[in-house]
């Protein structure tokens, strides 16, 4: 089992919402920073959101921002992954990872990053 749980997937029509959920079966993630990465059938891993747990700082890919919005819960335990105006192209499987403090620095994070553990993936598909 991952230490790490996605949830929220499912599919969607272009325009449309989802919320993704990681937590780390109710427990303190044990890092600093969280991220959200995708990967499509044939295509490399893409990071796409970082946030700091301790000021809540955050970096978007080009490709997500304005789209997607990373928040965390008070307590640390929940970080959700807002994606709103869904388009084709999201469509991958999701997955969250614990990084280390220095990923969480800038927006070079989100490609250069060391990365302590992963969930399982949630699978996102957006139909046009």
């Known amino acids: 089992q991952a230490p790490l749980a996605e949830s929220g997937g499912g599919s969607v029509q272009a325009g449309g919402s989802l919320t993704l959920s990681c937590s780390r079966s109710g427990n303190l993630f044990g890092a600093n920073c969280i991220g959200w990465f995708r990967q499509a059938p044939g295509k490399e891993r893409e990071g796409i959101a970082l946030i700091y747990i301790g000021d809540a700082s955050t970096f978007y890919a080009d490709s997500v921002k304005g789209r997607f919005t990373i928040s965390k819960t008070n307590d640390g335990r929940t970080v959700y992954l807002r994606m709103a105006d869904l388009k084709a192209e999201d469509t991958s499987v999701y997955y969250c990872?614990?990084?280390?403090?220095?990923?969480?620095?800038?927006?070079?994070?989100?490609?250069?990053?060391?990365?302590?553990?992963w969930g399982q993936g949630t699978q996102v598909t957006v139909s046009s």
């Open positions: 990872a614990t990084l280390s403090a220095g990923s969480c620095l800038s927006p070079r994070g989100l490609r250069q990053y060391e990365s302590y553990e």
